[in-house]
């Protein structure tokens, strides 16, 4: 099959890879019919993400149809349109069991934080992912749902993370009824998590980046006012200013460890990698709210940002909440939303790119060329 192959930072390509074999009763193989480039998989692409083996194959927003099944898959049969959280979970374990599919303790032998996800690297289990014709599903009872007859495709493939993720990040957020909302990063997640603030009761939606056509983006898909930081000499005076000088009752990091805006952050973060990435967003985050106040994390980092503002977080008073999203405990009441018309993931698409040419799409991605937001990958074999 063809599948999109890392070959070192900046440097990925299409080659010829054998076919996905059922390994165990629980798998599944599923025919990709549409993936998606995540922020997440640039942190890859950009060789910023520990243990990312050459020839690995990225993607974890995915959907298709499936092939076959292993003899233990009892909710699924060959031909089945399924779409695929991002997470990889068994279902059973102490976790899974509370919920916290994205931690899930049996599918990751480095299962001290985070548990499986598809493409991403042998730090969340050495999964190959969905950008390829064919992937391999593990615990296929667990995690793919039958996409709903009326749904559209590029909304079921953003509902399987970014859709889920920017709503995830609105909720840990807990937004109460008209409470002042900032959402750093104007990428899907965080257009998504403006977007779904209004919907649990925001009085104030607020975006803040500092590329003009994803802020326009903001306006148009959210309905928020947007800050441009590029414009200010220092965002947080600004937000404040806003805000009748108390700061946001929430803030959303939607952004992660390649932040922009601290020139020395950036270099010892995202270049010299002498910490887990630049936490100038989160830092942003922490200075912009009111004391009190909720942030929720949702942008990655590595393992240990050793510039975070964690004091005054502290002296604050501040509930700081995060996690990888537990996709398909979203899916319910998203599914509702898009149904209902309150949310149109599809909206973010800007490229549709076929496998073969998915090298630059990444391109396009990373270096936000073209008003880039959110390109899908179209395989082949589809
Ligand atoms: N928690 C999860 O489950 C989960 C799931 C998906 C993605 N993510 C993470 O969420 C983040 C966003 O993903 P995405 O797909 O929207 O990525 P993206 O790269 O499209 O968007 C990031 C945006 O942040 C902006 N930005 C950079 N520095 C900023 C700053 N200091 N302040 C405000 N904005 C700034 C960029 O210009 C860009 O528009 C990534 O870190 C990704 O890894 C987490
Ligand atoms: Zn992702
Ligand atoms: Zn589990």
Redesign the pocket.
């Known amino acids: 099959m063809r599948a999109m192959v890392y070959r070192g930072p900046y440097r990925i390509r299409v080659e010829d890879k054998d076919l996905p074999r059922i390994e165990h009763p629980n798998d599944a193989i599923v025919r990709v019919t549409l993936a998606a480039i ?3 998989d ?2 890859l692409y950009h060789g910023l993400m520990p243990d990312t083996r050459v020839g690995t194959t990225f993607g974890h927003e995915f959907i298709g149809v499936v092939e076959s099944v292993g003899s233990s898959v009892r909710s699924l049969k060959p031909g089945d349109r399924v779409m695929v959280p ?1 997470n990889i979970s068994c279902g059973s374990c102490f976790y899974c069991a509370r919920g916290m599919l ?1 931690n899930c303790h049996n599918v990751n032998p480095n299962a001290t934080a985070v548990g499986g996800i598809y493409g991403y690297s042998h730090t969340t289990g050495g999964y190959d992912g969905g950008q390829a014709e064919y992937v391999r599903v593990p615990f296929a009872d667990v995690g793919p749902t039958l996409v709903p007859d009326w749904m559209h495709d590029e909304d079921a493939v953003l509902l399987t ?2 859709t889920a ?2 709503y ?2 609105a909720q840990l957020g807990d937004v109460r009824e008209g409470d002042v909302v900032v959402v ?8 998504v998590a403006a977007r779904s603030a209004w919907l649990l009761g925001a009085g104030r939606v607020i975006v ?4 003009d056509y ?1 802020l326009e983006k903001a306006r148009e898909f959210a309905q928020a006012e947007t800050v441009n ?1 590029a414009e200010h000499d220092d ?1 947080v005076v600004h937000l404040k200013r806003i805000t009748d000088h108390l700061g946001a009752d929430v803030a959303i990091d ?9 020139f020395l952050q950036h270099v010892a973060g995202a270049k010299l990698k002498l910490q887990g990435g ?1 936490p ?2 989160l830092n ?1 985050a922490i200075d912009a709210v009111r004391k009190g106040a909720t942030i929720s ?5 590595g393992p240990v940002p050793n510039a975070v503002k964690f004091g005054d977080a502290m002296n604050k008073g501040l509930t700081l909440r ?4 537990p ?1 398909k405990r979203q899916w319910p009441r998203l599914f509702e939303h898009v149904r209902n018309g309150h949310l149109r993931p599809r909206d973010l698409v800007t490229h549709r790119i076929p496998l073969e040419d998915v090298a630059e799409g990444y391109h396009l ?1 990373s270096s ?1 060329l073209d008003g880039c ?2 390109p899908l990958i179209v395989p082949t074999a589809a």
Request: glycine share 16%; proline share 2%.
């Open positions: 995540c922020g997440s640039l942190h991002f994205a993370d970014a993720t920017g995830f990040g750093f990063g104007a990428g899907p997640v965080g257009l803040v980046d500092h590329l994803r930081f965002v939607c952004v992660g460890a390649e932040a922009d805006g601290s630049s100038i967003a942003w994390v949702m942008g990655a980092y995060m996690n990888q999203c996709v991605f936000k937001i959110k």
